[in-house]
């Protein structure tokens, strides 16, 4: 046998190892002990779902149906990945699910974390409740993740889902190689590659969704098309909110209001705290008749300036509440704060509450509220033990409590034609069409971005909402990020820091108030994008063509202290992202002189001058003390109010931005802001065209489309930001 | 009617509110809706026990019988709270409990906790895991609490119990006053005082037990005594342990003896590291050819200079291990860095075990072993919806893996009549009979020393191993903390540093470690009445009679970011604790020039000098590089090795100290030191006795007692250490 016989036959021999080899572990993969393969049928056009058992508190019960016509409109799709690996196994109090996973896989989602962006290599423990100390521990633990290869998946359980995300590696799966750690070296990995997601969940039903998409972006489209759609808030609802201290009067409150004229800062939403009522931690939920002799007339005073009245509650009841009596038939056994824990999964229960505020707030004018303790921690809310008069298990209560809250209100507005824009401290499955931002007690400016990020892959509002500041250059730091939110929103009752506490940036927090307010038409069409297509306003950088996700593995050291395993971290991109269609937001954080920003392919434009910064590459932006960074992507057109305009007219001028040397069209959207009338046909869309004269100049122009219905903005001020540039 | 007759009437109608409110609370909480009232048997004089459904894997399968008779010793008792106000209820996956508690008790136990003492106001989800993030998780959480009313509460579960130690409050249950948060200031509390524990468990089985005790040392007894007694480890194990780098070969070892030789520092034990094997992570137990290649050679060659071998191991199992294949059909569904998990409950399994561990290691004389990773994160280890072959759900067998390896190990070589002391990184209920001290990877140096406190509470054994040091000063601090501690272990393989890689303190650290090792005679005799009456040999002061806890609330000013809840926080008494009898231990921290210490009631003396210090009280002591801060009762008799003595002779000379001015004895105990032979009769106890001549000065004499079978030490030098101070 010659040199070339033999290296034949060893490619034959490999080539058969490998077949068999490969054969063999499909076989294996498949058919895993004490595991049965799921069913799944087609719900919709790429959407699937498996049963398994039977599920007890639906948080499906919560939403609204699904768009079918818009889901539809993205198009049929195959199942996309290989339906025989997807298996489940239950216990007598656990049900277990595995599905396959690939190497290249990134993995999003699992709802409002303030740490990474890739999930791949870790556990998460999905419970609502404050956010930090365990992975998975979230205001909105959403079951809900997402795959670099176009699908997502939904575990559709009211349990806190225990994920495990390419990590733990069953005996019969496909293994990695064997490395010994002692002379391994760098090679040996306390977490190997895994080849699947698994995750379990107490009790005897658990449902699985999964969703097609041809990009990472419609994949999130489908899951909030299938949740309802996104939610469109009313324009008041994007303007600037204040909240007042706790004890403030009425005559505190128009104090307040008066300073802000003052100060020439715009103002829309004022948010009470506890102390608007008789009783608070329980809650009374009466008005305290000393600090608001007369609430109806303090929220007509409010809503003569345009001003609307939040209120902040929390759901335990206290034993002074006039809904107490009512409501205390429908109590679990524990109580929060000494005040009862309504059943609201019960319809009576529900009544009290509606029947209670509708008479008490919301005839009054009473916008809508702040749901707070919907999250708490253990030592406050109730146990897991605990006991409800609907027989439902009291993990499932507390996990869906926030969801169920916001439902209900929500809906409750809705049979009277409001629009509502709430805050809440937890959230769930199906939230998309949920008009509530999430906020938390924990506080730090950079994972507040980056939680903002991820809120848009599970269908979640985030405000990184700011309480106090240590410095000027913090203060406007945070006003930038919230500036560029869902809800652009002042809480510093406690600390009495007003905008304008830090004189020497107050002008630059009064710039970006009114940038923020001026880009409302540009907001409001991204909303509107949300709300039919389930494309987020403001998205994770990974849901962008083009961006390529630059993370790195760095460290992985052995320290005897610090690091005993010698596990390398994880460097992601997670303190940029878009907002609407156009403009990248990268946000500078104290201390920064500078920073680094990754372009998605195309070219890119700075917001504010029109010059070019670059084309899918990293970039590195001086920071300017009265500036967030911003860029445009070349064709991008930014309708906004135009300059020295009334903020808060219906129909404003509008300056329309036009970066870049692209032609483009964008489709404005507008209705009355306030009401769902827009569900019904009353909206406009208007295009904004740009097009080249002979000559090669660019030229704008307005056309109405079929869907009109008289919403107008007034004349528009073209500007061609890079032109000559 | 007059004042006096109006006050008269108040004082009646009063007294009639306070009996029937006294009443309908009483009547109250024994009826609280949807829980049934617990069933309670007599199990032993002072230990109850009631049944809820049906216990899965049992934790006491994993250890040895009561020391029934030791428990009639401590007498009869009545059940120490009201039984009628224990309840249980079950859900399909749940079961939960109801426990009285009065508002001024305190709770201390529930495992090795490193932060604090009294557990009160917290929940506890005790979860074997690594320590950090999460109240409960931790390296042995034993469901075990102690109230300082003087009872025990054991919730028997191999489930994770999540136990809410006076937090959450029942509708239904004696609540405290409202307050309105808003107007109430520090009188509202996030936390309202609650009249019970409460704990839930998944799963369809519990037990509970309940322990009396007329002080809290003696409930701790109690349990230990249940539990089957303390453990006597042999005496080797209470001297120098050191481990090798994990690539040392048999060579380097000697090397690593020779310098210790070398710089005249005792040696007692060598861990080998993972590298001792053919492969580590996951594990072949086969010894590596190239770096031992004659382990029985090896094992004797230390042997002979009175030096014990002991071996690293994690339980998961290499597929290139000689046992591999004979314990591959008891493995479970998942692997664990890619080892197969060996279902250690089946018999078969544990025969494979202790086949494989007889021939390959103990037979060569191996002492024991370091049992890793049996605690670890959810990202390593196996997920709570793996199977296991005997059908025990997963979470059971990883809350009791550790628990159960110890056991089998040690009742095996029980059976060779040879005693061992191991290392391990978790336990559980059960462990006080366990010849195994906890270590972590966490390295704190004043949480390990509330560790060390808390250990004693639960029937643990902790070391505050040391494992590197940013300055000489922590070094010599290290050293002293962990010479008092059940193992005084250098565990710097990685680092490399040896006792002597501090020049500037090399004599201090030699200084601790024959301090220590001079000690064995008080040590060892401190083990066996663990043994014997289950008091444990190092104690948290909170089981010393005459101990006021100075325990303060701290705090409650609300702050935004850091509290805002304006939570008060706990200051507890947890870096001080006692060894043995007489000595009170209050390590020097790094960078402390002095500390507080708190004295029991009852005359206190320095245990270098014999000076006075003080008498119940909370004395300052200056802190001396060289020194740890010892102090010994009123009384106290410490008999050591006296100086100059080989410190690892069967029959040194001793020095046995007196301290104070009481007359006094002690009941020195004395064995082989390796073998069981002491449970059959086979060892001494000798009284020392203190009196005092006419003229008063103090003599002290030596007396055989019944139990005396010829374990002598030498002759004794007594020094009165107080004398003439």
Known sequence: MNQSMLSNTKTIFCLFLFIYHSTYLSAQNTKLSGMDQMKWKKVLPGVWKAEIGELQLDPFNYTNPPKAKAIQNLGEASFPFDAQKTLHHQTPTRIGIRLPLEEEEKIYGLGLEFEGINRRKQVYTLKVDHYGGVKGYTHAPVPFYISSKGYGVLINSPQRVKIHVGVSNRKDSQLPELVDRTTGGNKWAARPLSDAVEASAIGTGMEVYVFAGNTVLEVVQRYNLFCGGGVLPPKWGLGFWHRVHTQSSDQ???????????????????????????????????????????????????????????????????????????????????????????????????????????????????????????????????????????????????????????????????????????????SYIGASDKSAVIYSDYYQHKPYVTALANSSLTGLLWTPEIRSAKSAEEWIRRFQTVCFSPMMMLNAWYSGTKPWSFPEVTDQVREVIVLRKRLLPYLYTAFHNYQSSGSPPFRAMVLEQGFAEDEKLVGGQLDDITNPYAELQRLEVSDQYMMGPSILVAPIFTGEKSRKVILPKGKWYDFYTGQFVGDGESITVKATLGQIPLFVKDGGIIPMIAEGEDLNSDTPKLEVR????????????????????????????????????????????????????????GKIDWKWMSAGK
């Open 252 to 426: 505190d409150v128009y104090k307040e209001i008066a300073d802000f004229e003052k100060n020439d800062f715009p103002l829309d939403v004022i948010g009470l705290e506890p102390g608007w009522q008789s009783f608070a931690y329980p809650c009374s939920y009466d008005w305290d008749e000393s600090r608001f002799p007369d609430p109806g007339k303090f929220v007509d005073a409010l809503s003569q300036k345009g001003i609307k009245v939040n209120l902040w509650e929390n759901p335990y009841v206290a034993p002074s509440s006039s809904m107490y009596s009512s409501i205390k038939p429908y109590t679990g056994s524990h109580t929060v704060w000494l005040g009862e824990v309504p059943d609201y999964t019960l319809e009576a229960a529900q009544k009290v509450l509606l029947g209670h505020h509708q008479k008490k707030h919301l005839d009054l004018g009473v916008s809508g509220y702040k749901l707070d303790e919907v999250d708490g921690y253990d030592v406050w809310l109730w146990p897991d033990h605990a006991s409800f008069p609907s027989g439902h298990d009291a993990v499932e209560v507390r996990q869906l409590y926030g969801l169920i809250l916001q439902h209900l209100l929500q809906e409750h507005l809705r049979k009277q034609n409001r629009r509502t824009y709430n805050l809440v401290r937890s």
């Open 658 to 713: 036009h970066y870049g040397t692209t032609t483009a069209s964008y489709l404005l959207y507008n209705d009355d802001g306030v009401s769902y009338d827009f569900e019904n046909g009353a909206y406009s869309i208007t295009e904004l065209v740009v097009s080249r004269r002979k000559g090669g100049k660019l030229q704008g122009k307005r056309k109405l489309t079929t869907a009109y219905q008289g919403f107008d903005y």
